[in-house]
């Protein structure tokens, strides 16, 4: 078995083999990066990559504000102008959005329950090979015959008519399909390995309702996702179906219905919404109390919303579609399902800002950005609201409205969380404490930035500007608050500058972190930042929620805070190291079957979107390849180590 | 110490100040001289019962907004740990009783919001009905409207024209669908709103839909298709004229005259070089097979789907090369069938002259005695 030492030397002697491939032993180096199955290592990769389309989809955000700072604006043909936001919504939604769930929730899920990995390590590496070659697949389109330009949410007919009969220019929404097929892979083999590591590798005494929110939502989420992702994959392959087998699920002309898509889509898609966000919630919820130095308010009912929301979040999905023609019945029935959504929402916010609420609040920039998720949260949940109310919806539709309210929810909260969150387990990530001084500069910028850009679309939207729109003539009152928004989106630019600078700043100079920089509460801040490959040197004894806190802090009888004297408490730390060798704790080996599987994804990809069917039987073989293989590869080598 | 806590203050302020001026630019910039598709400037009474609909209800939103937004900023400065402070924390895990308050008064809020929000949903959907119902089908394409009156069968395009006080009933369906196996042109989803008049209806392929209009004083209301529709998308706008029953009825009159023998053999002419009438038509009560009638284009104020002014300039440069104006799908292999759109007849051998003879004889088939533009665009 692996074991730490191991950590720094490859294994002297590979004993002899007659496998076509070496199984992979380094566990440091730029090579082991590939075929690590640390789930801290590929957290770090989906972050990294997720970031990296977060700048991508950002520029494209930026071209399109260009395009409208004013009207009859030139920077962009309206054909790229299509791909553009196109790209922008698919890559913040799949590339930026889901990946970086699935980043912080690899990394703090086995820390936060007590776990040395997660249930899957080999399945959790294929999650991030598959993201990662179905994000270079969607946008290698771009230099191959044209990028998706359908919109996000690609609806049919325009998007499943054959590219022959030319409604919609190029082969990118071909792209768009199996790409987007591609990525549900993934992000269902994900979601199984944290539904399995969370239900089952949870550490003694680690119940359900000992859990952090963020663990919560998670599970919440991986749930969704489960269920979310085969409607979606359905309608894509119909769509890809239609344009290229002449299949007619969509085509009104010879009995299709083109209301099945957007059914389909939105069953998937409105619990999308909620995929996006729960993370964010979680993320929030662990930040606030922490800085607060008080529990979370009412954490059952926290957790009972967030399972609420989950739920809910399947009957709502008609609201897209309120001018659709679905008749009073339906809407009125899926408006009313749509204000319950607001109640657990609601709930959620109030108890954050009861968590707040008479503790001893310290404004450094994890709190500041989880105080603005609130805020702005806010005002994106009561846009949202506003949609329930179907005819002043049918007025909103499809309008900067809708783009306003969204980015509330989605920029306003979900990134706002997501910044929140790196700042807060920076020091836990890599060691080192990002800058306080840029982290509040980042926070402010971006404030200032978000706001200015979209506050002032609910007016546009109220004012008749559709979306995805590639121009507008000038004298429709809307040239200020265009020119508004474009100014706000280089200030956000400039906010996303300024987090990078400090990164790269805290690379170089960064202080280093201790173990528990913010005087935390939950299992990952007892452990050294970073932390060591096996996690937990003893598997710790949970007996509270909070547990970390419970082993620093107790209350007295009116309930107020006192610190127990060191050493009252086990102190992880020191006691486990010497307890326990970490020699003898077993993790899983390195693989390249997962790398080698996920390659063969794109392979059959192109085979289909250029018929070319050669491609498509050399991707089939490889991918039998890659499973035979990692089908008969242990999960720990048996051979591996030195002797226990 | 105390300077932390005045640059946090200062942060705050200049966040708000910037807030503040975002409304202010939002609330001043209604007043565009053109503005005419404005969801908050309601023309009719559909569009009026949906703003009054809205309206409490913003306010509700906007007083829960300011709520929360403010108490987060108060929690935040108020319970703020000076730096060197140790405070001994009250550690509150829950108040049921509070939970409970701040689960059913939001429940509450909502169950007044749904009555009324429900019987204006069966409203709005109750189809109107009398003898002064005026009947439209309202057909989408990429991307321009053709109107079709169902009374006198007038065949229009991109423009409008119903009479003030009176329920306007428009039937929204696709193109007429195609037989021939393989023919896939039934086209897309587009939406027909008018936000002055009414909120949007989506207009579906393989379906008829409803939506109805009505406005209470005459005047211009300008809307466009607000779902995307491909390329040109944001190029596929309409007017609804709104006019006195009178000036409606002659509206209508003028409408209905065809064009004289001497203007159809002159268009019989343009015909056989330019094959016009495949795609258009030449009689006031016939469609174009995929594009819009021209009998009466010189009244229309625009065209190409709202976008360029009926004049000479503009219809010149639009027959001799449309697609350089208005981006459409072409067709390298055969330019004079685009997959969507007009073709462009200066890569056929069209010269600019022969353009300019087209659109000075399609401007002299006007009915209106007034000199161009009519009088309803000056509004």
Redesign the interface.
């Known amino acids: 078995m692996t074991t730490v030492e191991d950590a720094h030397a490859l294994v002297k002697a590979p004993p002899l083999r007659t496998r076509l491939t070496q199984r992979p032993r380094t566990t440091t180096g730029p090579f082991s990066w590939i075929t690590t199955v640390d789930h801290k290592k590929i957290a770090i990769m989906y972050g990294a990559l997720a970031l990296f389309f977060f700048l991508v989809g950002g520029i494209e955000a930026l071209f399109i504000r260009l395009q409208l700072a004013q009207p009859n604006g030139t920077i962009l043909?309206?054909?790229r102008y299509?791909e553009f936001f196109t790209m922008h919504g698919t890559t913040m939604v799949f590339l930026m959005g889901m990946p970086l769930a699935a980043a912080f929730g690899n990394y703090l899920v086995p820390l936060m329950i007590g776990a040395r990995d997660v249930a899957f390590p080999r399945l959790n590496m294929l999650g991030f090979w598959i993201f990662a070659f179905g994000g270079i697949f969607i946008y290698s389109s771009f230099g191959l015959g044209g990028a998706p330009n359908?919109?996000w949410f690609g609806?049919a007919?325009?998007t499943s008519?054959?590219m022959s009969?030319?409604?919609?220019?190029g082969r990118g929404v071909d792209f768009w399909c199996v790409g987007l097929i591609m990525l549900g892979i993934g992000s269902v083999a994900t979601s199984v390995n944290f539904l399995v590591t969370i239900l089952n590798m949870r550490a003694p005494g680690m119940t359900m309702m000992r859990m952090p929110v963020f663990v919560w939502m998670m599970l919440v989420i991986a749930f969704l996702t489960l269920f979310a992702m085969p409607p979606v994959t359905a309608a894509l392959i119909m769509v890809f179906m239609d344009r290229n087998f002449?299949t007619n699920f969509f085509?009104?002309?010879a009995?299709?219905?083109?209301?099945v898509y957007q059914n389909l889509f939105w069953i998937f898609g409105h619990p999308e919404v909620y995929i996006l966000i729960l993370p964010g919630m979680g993320i929030v919820s662990e930040i606030l109390p922490v800085f607060?130095?008080?529990?979370l308010?009412?954490?059952?009912?926290v957790v009972f919303s967030g399972i609420a929301i989950g739920f809910l979040g399947w009957g709502v999905w008609a609201h897209h579609m309120f001018?659709?023609?679905l008749?009073?019945i339906a809407?009125?029935a899926f408006?009313?399902s749509t204000?319950?959504i607001?109640?657990p929402t609601?709930?959620k916010?109030?108890?954050w800002?009861?968590t707040?609420?008479?503790?001893?609040?310290?404004?450094r920039t994890p709190?500041l950005f989880a105080?603005g998720f609130?805020?702005q949260f806010?005002?994106g949940g009561?846009?949202g609201?506003?949609h329930?109310?179907?005819?002043?919806?049918?007025?909103?539709?499809?309008?900067y409205f809708v783009v306003a309210h969204f980015h509330y929810v989605l920029f306003g909260g979900l990134v706002f969380a997501i910044f929140g969150g790196f700042y807060y387990w920076w020091p836990k990530f890599f060691g080192k404490m990002l800058n306080e001084q840029m982290g509040?500069l980042n926070f402010?910028l971006l404030?200032?930035g978000f706001?200015?850009t979209f506050?002032?679309m609910?007016?546009l939207g109220?004012?008749?500007q559709?979306?995805?729109?590639?121009?507008?003539p000038s004298?429709?009152?809307?040239?200020?608050?265009n020119l508004?928004a474009t100014i706000g989106a280089f200030i956000i630019a400039l906010g996303v500058l300024v987090f990078l600078v400090n990164v790269i700043f805290t690379a170089r100079r960064g202080e280093p972190a201790p173990a528990d920089p913010w005087d935390a509460r939950t299992l990952e801040w007892s452990i050294p930042s970073p932390p060591p490959e096996y996690n937990f040197a003893t598997v710790p004894i949970v007996t509270h929620l909070d547990d970390y806190w419970h082993r620093k802090y107790t209350?007295?009888d009116?309930?107020?805070?006192?610190k127990l004297p060191a050493g009252a408490a086990i102190d992880t730390d020191a006691a486990t190291e010497a307890a326990v060798d970490p020699h003898s704790i077993h993790m899983p080996s390195p693989s390249y079957w997962p790398l080698v599987f996920a390659m063969a994804l794109p392979i059959i990809g192109y085979g289909f979107v250029f018929k070319n069917w050669y491609l498509l039987a050399l991707g089939v073989v490889w991918g039998f390849f890659g499973l035979n293989g990692w089908a008969y590869e242990p999960a720990t080598e048996p051979d591996a180590g030195e002797g226990h | 110490m105390l300077e932390r806590t005045n640059r946090v203050r200062r942060a705050a302020a200049t966040a708000a100040v910037a807030l503040a001026v975002v409304v202010l630019a939002g609330c001043g910039d209604k007043t565009g001289p053109n503005n005419k598709q404005n969801a908050l400037r309601p023309a009719g009474p559909y569009a009026h019962q949906i703003l009054n609909l809205f309206t409490p209800f913003f306010w509700v939103a906007v007083v829960i907004g300011v709520g929360v937004v403010g108490a987060t900023i108060y929690v935040a400065l108020r319970f703020r740990e000076k730096p060197g402070e140790e405070r001994a924390v009250k550690q509150t895990h829950g108040n049921v009783a509070l939970e409970i308050g701040w689960t059913i008064i939001p429940a509450l809020i909502l169950m007044v919001m749904a009555v009324p929000t429900v019987a204006t949903i069966f409203s709005l959907a109750k189809r109107p009905t009398g003898p002064n119902v005026v009947h439209v089908t309202v057909s989408a394409r990429q991307w321009w409207w053709q109107f079709t009156y169902d009374d006198t069968h007038i065949v229009t395009a991109n423009e409008l024209h119903i009479p003030v006080g009176q329920p306007v009933s428009l039937t929204l369906v696709g193109p007429p669908p195609c037989n021939s196996p393989g023919c896939y042109n039934n086209g897309v989803i587009h939406s027909f709103w008018v936000p002055e008049l009414n909120g949007k209806k989506d207009v579906v392929p393989g379906r008829t839909q409803f939506l109805k209009l009505k406005a209470d004083r005459p005047g211009t209301f300008l809307g466009q298709c607000a779902e995307y529709c491909g390329l040109s998308h944001a190029n596929m706008r309409l007017r609804v004229i709104a006019q006195t029953p009178a000036d409606y009825q002659a509206w209508v009159q003028r409408q209905l005259q065809p064009l004289s023998a001497a203007a159809l053999a002159q268009f019989s002419k343009y015909n056989q070089a330019w094959t016009c009438l495949a795609c258009h038509s030449d009689d006031p009560k016939t469609p174009g097979a995929i594009a819009p009638n021209l009998t009466h284009v010189a009244d229309r104020c625009m065209f190409a789907g709202d976008i360029f002014p009926t004049d000479e300039s503009h219809l010149t440069d639009w027959i001799y090369n449309a697609p350089s104006m208005k981006p459409m799908q072409e067709n390298p292999k055969n330019p004079l069938q685009p997959k969507v759109g007009m073709p462009n007849f200066s890569s056929v051998g069209m010269t600019k002259a022969q353009a300019n003879e087209i659109a000075k004889f399609l401007l002299s088939n006007t009915a209106t005695t007034d000199q161009q533009p009519p009088v309803e665009c000056r509004s």
């Open positions: 043909s309206a054909a299509n359908g919109g609806y007919p325009l008519t054959p009969a030319g409604l919609l220019p002449h085509n009104a002309a009995g299709g219905d083109p209301l607060s130095r008080k529990p308010f009412g954490y059952s009912i001018a659709s023609g008749g009073p809407v009125s408006g009313l204000m319950l607001a109640i609601g709930v916010i109030f108890n800002l009861g707040v609420w008479g503790g001893a609040v310290r404004l709190m105080l609130i805020a806010t005002i009561l846009s609201v506003m329930s109310i179907v005819p002043s919806d049918t007025q909103q539709t499809d309008t509040k402010w404030v200032i706001n200015l506050f002032p609910h007016f109220f004012e008749g559709p979306r995805r729109t590639y121009t507008y004298g429709m009152g809307w040239d200020t608050m508004l209350e007295d009116e309930g107020r805070l006192v």
